[in-house]
C-alpha cells in the first residue's frame, strides 16, 4: 500500500555544517515527487534518511502517521534503486529480482508469478534466465527497478538512477520509470541532477541548495516562476538583465531595463530601487525595430533544428541568448544584424536586486 510522506524541520549534520538544514515537505501517497539540485545540495542526504542509511538528527520524517526516524531500514518496506545498480553479478535476472521476496519467506509460486509480471512491467521478461554480465546497462537498470518493485514497496526511492546511461537510454529509461510508477501507484522520491529528467518525469520537484529547500512545485510552476535567481538559473537558461523600479503604485510599477526602455510590471508594495529581471530564450522577442525593445547585433547562432540560438550583445556589453522557432523564422537573421528584442512582460521574472526573492506578484 502507498504512504504519504510527512518530513518535518529535518536536520543532517556533519560536524558543524547543516547537510540537510530544516527541510519541510509533504509528499503525497502516489505521488513521484524528485529533490533535484546541484552536487553537494543535500538531495542525496535527504534520501538516506528516508531510507533509514543515514541518521535524522532533528526534526522527523513520517510514512503516513508513524513517525519512522528509529526504523531500521530493513522495517521501513522501501524500494531502492540505486545509481549503479547494485544487483548481483552472480544470479540470472530472475533470482535477482527474486532475492527480496525469499529474504521475505514468500511461498515459492508466489515468488515465480510476482517475479514474471514485474519483469513483464519493465519488459525484460525474455531476459530472465541471462546473466548481469550479458547485460546493457539499460537492462540492468530495468533489473534493478523489477527488483525493487517486486517487494510490493510503500515508498519506491530512486539514486540517480539513469546517470550512468547514455543520452538516449536516459530519455527511454525515464519514460518506463514514469509509466511503471504511474501504473502502480507507488509513492516515489527520486533524485537527480538533471533538471530536464526532474521536468520530464515528475508530479512536483523540490529544488535545493547548500541543504535548503529552495522551491516546491509542479514542473511548469518551478520553470515558468521561479522562487528565486538560483532556482531560475539552475532550471533550464535565463538571461539575468538589471533594471530599476522608477514608480510603483497601487500594484503596478513602471521599470527602467537598462536605461534603453520601460515596461509595466506587477510588483509587490514597496518594491523600489534596482532589481533583476530574468527572461528565458524564448521569451524575447526578436525584431529589427530599433525603437522597440533593447537593441542589439547578433554575434554568434545555433541553428538547431525546430529552433535557432542567437547570442545578441546588448549595448552595454552583454550578451544574451534568444531563441527563434520554426514558426517565427519569416525572417533569419545573420552574425553582425543590428536587431532588438522586446520583453513579454506576463512571462518574464522580477527578483529583489540580490536575487534572494522573486518581487513580481504573479498572477495564480
Given at each position: 500500500?502507498?504512504?504519504?510522506?510527512?518530513?518535518?524541520?529535518?536536520?543532517k549534520?556533519?560536524?558543524?555544517?547543516?547537510?540537510?538544514?530544516?527541510?519541510?515537505?509533504e509528499?503525497?501517497?502516489?505521488e513521484?515527487f524528485?529533490?533535484?539540485?546541484?552536487?553537494?545540495?543535500?538531495?542525496?542526504?535527504?534520501?538516506?534518511?528516508?531510507?533509514?542509511?543515514n541518521?535524522?538528527?532533528?526534526g522527523?520524517?513520517?510514512?503516513?502517521?508513524?513517525v519512522?526516524?528509529?526504523?531500521?531500514?530493513?522495517?521501513?518496506?522501501?524500494?531502492?534503486?540505486?545509481?549503479?545498480?547494485?544487483?548481483?553479478p552472480?544470479?540470472?535476472?530472475?533470482?535477482?529480482?527474486?532475492?527480496?521476496?525469499?529474504?521475505?519467506?514468500?511461498?515459492?509460486?508466489e515468488?515465480?508469478k510476482r517475479?514474471?509480471?514485474?519483469?513483464?512491467?519493465v519488459?525484460?521478461?525474455?531476459?530472465?534466465?541471462?546473466?548481469p554480465?550479458?547485460?546493457?546497462?539499460?537492462?540492468?537498470?530495468?533489473?534493478?527497478?523489477?527488483?525493487?518493485?517486486?517487494?510490493?514497496?510503500?515508498?519506491?526511492l530512486?539514486?540517480?538512477?539513469l546517470?550512468?546511461?547514455?543520452?538516449?537510454?536516459?530519455?527511454?529509461?525515464r519514460?518506463?520509470?514514469?509509466?511503471?510508477?504511474?501504473?502502480?501507484?507507488?509513492?516515489?522520491?527520486?533524485?537527480?541532477?538533471?533538471?530536464?529528467?526532474?521536468?520530464?518525469i515528475?508530479?512536483?520537484?523540490?529544488v535545493?541548495?547548500?541543504?535548503?529547500?529552495?522551491?516546491?512545485?509542479?514542473?511548469?510552476?518551478i520553470?515558468?516562476?521561479?522562487?528565486?535567481?538560483?532556482?531560475?538559473?539552475?532550471?533550464?537558461?535565463?538571461?539575468?538583465?538589471?533594471g530599476?523600479?522608477i514608480?510603483?503604485?497601487n500594484?503596478?510599477?513602471?521599470?527602467?531595463?537598462?536605461?534603453?526602455?520601460?515596461?509595466?510590471?506587477?510588483?509587490?508594495?514597496?518594491?523600489?530601487?534596482?532589481?533583476?529581471?530574468?527572461?528565458r530564450?524564448e521569451?524575447?522577442?526578436?525584431?529589427?525595430?530599433?525603437?522597440?525593445?533593447?537593441?542589439?547585433?547578433?554575434?554568434?547562432?545555433?541553428?538547431?533544428?525546430?529552433?535557432?540560438?542567437?547570442e545578441?550583445?546588448?549595448?552595454?556589453?552583454?550578451?544574451?541568448?534568444?531563441?527563434?522557432?520554426?514558426?517565427?523564422?519569416?525572417?533569419?537573421y545573420?552574425?553582425?544584424?543590428?536587431?532588438?528584442?522586446?520583453?513579454?512582460q506576463?512571462?518574464?521574472n522580477?527578483?529583489?536586486?540580490s536575487?534572494?526573492?522573486?518581487?513580481?506578484?504573479?498572477?495564480?
Open positions: 500500500m502507498s504512504r504519504n510522506v510527512v518530513i518535518k524541520d529535518a536536520v549534520t556533519y560536524g558543524n555544517f547543516n547537510a540537510v538544514d530544516h527541510a519541510n515537505l509528499i503525497e501517497s502516489g513521484l524528485t529533490l533535484l539540485g546541484p552536487s553537494g545540495c543535500g538531495k542525496t542526504t535527504l534520501l538516506r534518511m528516508i531510507a533509514g542509511f541518521s535524522v538528527d532533528g522527523s520524517i513520517s510514512f503516513g502517521d508513524k519512522i526516524n528509529n526504523v531500521p531500514a530493513h522495517m521501513r518496506n522501501i524500494g531502492m534503486v540505486f545509481q549503479n545498480y547494485a544487483i548481483f552472480h544470479m540470472s535476472v530472475f533470482d535477482n529480482v527474486a532475492y527480496g521476496l525469499k529474504a521475505r519467506k514468500v511461498k515459492k509460486e515468488i515465480e517475479v514474471m509480471e514485474a519483469l513483464a512491467m519488459q525484460i521478461e525474455n531476459l530472465k534466465d541471462r546473466q554480465a550479458n547485460m546493457s546497462g539499460g537492462q540492468q537498470q530495468r533489473v534493478a527497478l523489477a527488483r525493487a518493485i517486486v517487494i510490493h514497496p510503500d515508498i519506491l530512486m539514486d540517480e538512477p546517470s550512468n546511461l547514455d543520452a538516449k537510454l536516459r530519455i527511454q529509461m519514460a518506463t520509470i514514469k509509466k511503471v510508477q504511474k501504473k502502480l501507484g507507488i509513492t516515489t522520491i527520486y533524485v537527480t541532477h538533471d533538471q530536464e529528467e526532474a521536468l520530464a515528475s508530479d512536483r520537484i523540490a535545493m541548495k547548500n541543504g535548503v529547500i529552495q522551491q516546491v512545485g509542479k514542473p511548469r510552476e520553470y515558468t516562476r521561479p522562487a528565486n535567481e538560483f532556482v531560475a538559473n539552475f532550471i533550464g537558461t535565463s538571461n539575468f538583465i538589471s530599476r523600479v514608480e510603483n503604485e500594484g503596478m510599477a513602471k521599470l527602467s531595463v537598462l536605461d534603453k526602455t520601460e515596461i509595466m510590471m506587477p510588483l509587490k508594495n514597496g518594491v523600489t530601487g534596482n532589481v533583476k529581471l530574468s527572461v530564450p521569451e524575447f522577442l526578436i525584431g529589427t525595430d530599433q525603437d522597440e525593445g533593447l537593441g542589439g547585433e547578433i554575434v554568434f547562432l545555433t541553428f538547431l533544428g525546430d529552433f535557432v540560438n542567437y545578441v550583445q546588448l549595448s552595454n556589453g552583454q550578451i544574451v541568448e534568444v531563441n527563434q522557432y520554426g514558426n517565427d523564422r519569416d525572417i533569419e545573420g552574425l553582425g544584424d543590428k536587431v532588438s528584442l522586446e520583453l513579454q506576463d512571462k518574464i522580477v527578483y529583489s536586486e536575487g534572494e526573492e522573486a518581487v513580481i506578484e504573479w498572477k495564480k
